[in-house]
């Protein structure tokens, strides 16, 4: 298995431009998240994912959109991009509630918005 | 406020040496305490999860300790080694929630040093 899996690893984009971060994962788990970690902070929820076709806003979601049109598949979307968005972005999976379940994270993707 | 507060925020410490890392929390209705190991660059990894009930819980070389009264956990690493290098996330879970359940800790940096 995989795991969980991001691409890409690093990105610069430029104000105003649009970008998708892909998240993947082979585990066959329903809950998917994702996460923003910035210097001196810990990580914070974007969005998550209970399911196929069931997403849902987490602490710091203005600026990102998300779907989720199969199992294995959570792809975040930036409209317009900011510099406040330069952060590493994680994807994590979860057979359970985040609550309870373990989480397993992907590698991140450290995009830096100029 | 549900808060995570993990000490020190950064140690340094000899190879072979141990060494106890300190995570206080104030997360009400309390679901299950998690450390991770994050390595620079990489996504953070499950080391523990501890339930209320649950007093200690070890993974190796790490033991994860739980106080559910004084609301206080702590991260004891034996023998440190080079590969110790990384950075330890406190982790607590809310009860009854779905996917905005879990409250991060900002980390302590270890760095071990022959």
């Known amino acids: 298995n995989a795991g969980v899996t991001q691409t890409p690893k690093f990105q610069v984009l430029k104000t105003g431009q649009s970008m998708t971060l892909q998240c993947a994962q082979d585990?066959?788990?329903?809950?998917m998240s994702w996460y923003r970690q910035d210097p001196g902070m810990g990580l914070r929820l974007i969005h998550y994912s209970v399911g196929a076709g069931i997403t849902d806003q987490g602490e710091v979601p203005n600026g990102y959109n998300v779907s989720r049109s199969t199992t294995e598949d959570f792809p975040l979307r930036l409209l317009s991009a900011a510099p406040s968005q330069t952060s590493v972005y994680f994807c994590a999976s979860s057979y359970e509630f985040a609550a309870r379940g373990e989480q397993f994270f992907g590698p991140g993707t450290r995009l830096t918005v100029l | 406020k549900n808060q995570v507060e993990q000490s020190p925020q950064s140690l340094i410490i000899l190879e072979g040496k141990n060494c106890t890392l300190q995570?206080?929390?104030?997360?009400?209705?309390?679901?299950?305490l998690r450390w991770y190991k994050q390595d620079t660059g990489r996504g953070p990894v499950s080391l523990t999860i501890m339930t209320f009930s649950e007093n200690t819980k070890s993974n190796g070389r790490y033991t994860a300790t739980l106080d559910a009264d004084t609301k206080q956990s702590s991260l004891h690493i034996t023998a440190s080694q080079l590969s110790d290098s990384a950075s330890y996330i406190c982790?607590?879970?809310?009860?009854?929630?779905?996917?905005?359940?879990?409250?991060f800790g900002k980390g302590t940096t270890l760095s071990v040093s022959s």
């Open positions: 982790v607590v879970s809310l009860a009854n929630q779905a996917g905005t359940a879990l409250i």
């Open positions: 585990m066959n788990h329903e809950y």
């Open positions: 995570c206080n929390y104030t997360v009400s209705p309390f679901s299950n």
